[in-house]
């Protein structure tokens, strides 16, 4: 029997009853969500205007827009924004402020010579450590070295890219700048960033885009986060402030992960079977590299020097007759022996990194018999020894 109260009934009773829980949580609900929509709006409407007032970016933009130093691109996941340019202060890992103009020029390259140069043509590829965001144009290893060899340097590096992305750029431009040699960039991440599996894995070399990955033969477009990744895609695409978080947590992520599929591959070496089969599609990647510019000489070094990787870039190197300089990222780490602050806070070069960097390639390529800034005409490759001369003014 029900309890009723004095003078009231039932159906009275249950009249004056408390709110129920059920409306009580969905207001609730309701509150949370135009709290986090409201926070998120207020966050989108203060990085657009950042980007607005400090980039020159415009609050609204078309899909064909650019954010930052790169965009999306729908070949290559991803590609450095061309015609981009900023002022901004960097810093040292150890501290030190310094001032950094950047620059990209057409196609997104940091460095674009004239193409109906004489002087001899170098196309450089490669990935973040090319594209130098920290460094000022003319402070770049690119740059440095087309001063001190006299060369005309062509440029292109974008945060992230793996062996594909960079082929792809090869394969774009490689007709319209002839160069007379090719200098690829690799690093030991190329590994994780060619397979799709070990990206999926990596907690400290996946930036949660789509690229693009060869797999059996065949350009496939993937995402290399296992969960929520159609969110994820509408991020990228269209909110400027969720990217920044997003970006933010994977950062962080990768900043205070205490294991990852990289610390396994290094411990197990060749004998991980997901390395193994990085290892083959880079070959075959660098394969096609090798079959796009024919006869033109592949100047190769990599940014970092851990193994198995740097075993791996030479087997595959010698296998597509691929010169590569082993002893190139030794120069910064025996100036990190040294006390010298060379790096950027997330160890990229800074300006005094590349000019150690530049010197190395320079002494390279001189000692292949490339001539300095006085070269009026170029000679054909050694058919004998592979190895570019030029011919130099008269002393």
């Not at 409201?38 to 933009?61: N, Y």
């Not at 450590?129 to 006299?150: F, H």
């Amino acid at each position: 029997m029900p309890i009723q109260l004095r003078g009231s009934t039932t159906e009275e009773v249950k009249l004056h009853a408390p709110p129920n829980r059920v409306a009580l949580i969905v207001a609730s609900g309701a509150a949370v969500v135009l709290f986090i929509v409201l926070s998120v709006s207020l966050g989108e409407v203060a990085i657009r205007t950042l980007h607005l007032v400090r980039d020159g970016i415009p609050f609204f933009e078309k899909p064909s827009g650019r954010v930052g130093a790169l965009k999306l691109d729908p070949e290559l996941g991803w590609r450095a924004t061309e015609d981009y340019d900023e002022t901004l202060t960097a810093r040292t890992r150890g501290g030190k402020a310094y001032p950094v103009h950047r620059s990209q020029r057409q196609y997104g390259f940091r460095l674009f010579g004239a193409l109906d140069s004489s002087r001899p043509k170098l196309l450089v590829i490669g990935d973040s450590y090319t594209q130098a965001t920290a460094v000022s144009d003319e402070k770049t290893y690119p740059a440095l070295v087309s001063g001190q060899l006299g060369m005309e340097v062509f440029a292109y590096g974008a945060g992230g890219y793996g062996t594909l992305q960079q082929y792809l750029i090869l394969d774009q431009y490689f007709d319209q700048i002839k160069p007379d040699l090719v200098l690829w960039q690799y690093c030991a991440n190329d590994f994780i960033n060619n397979d799709h599996e070990l990206e999926r894995a990596s907690l400290m070399n996946n930036n949660g885009l789509t690229r693009p990955y060869w797999i059996n033969g065949v350009v496939t477009y993937l995402s290399p986060k296992p969960a929520w990744q159609h969110i994820r895609e509408w991020i990228n695409r269209h909110s400027r402030f969720l990217y920044f978080v997003v970006s933010r947590i994977d950062r962080l992520r990768a900043a205070t992960a205490s294991t990852s599929v990289e610390f396994i591959i290094e411990a197990e070496g060749f004998k991980h079977a997901g390395f193994l089969r990085a290892v083959q599609v880079t070959d075959e990647i660098m394969g096609r590299v090798r079959a796009r510019v024919g006869a033109t000489p592949i100047l190769a070094f990599s940014c970092d020097s851990g193994q198995p990787y740097n075993e791996a870039f030479a087997l595959i190197s010698a296998h597509h007759g691929i010169e590569y300089w082993d002893d190139i990222p030794g120069v910064i780490d025996q100036a990190l022996n040294r006390g010298e602050d060379v790096q950027t806070p997330d160890e990229h070069w800074n300006e005094s990194g590349h000019q150690l960097i530049a010197g190395m390639i320079a002494k390279h390529i001189q000692e292949r018999g490339v001539a300095v800034a006085s070269v009026t005409k170029r000679s054909h490759l050694d058919p004998t020894g592979g190895v570019y001369t030029v011919t130099p003014h008269a002393r």
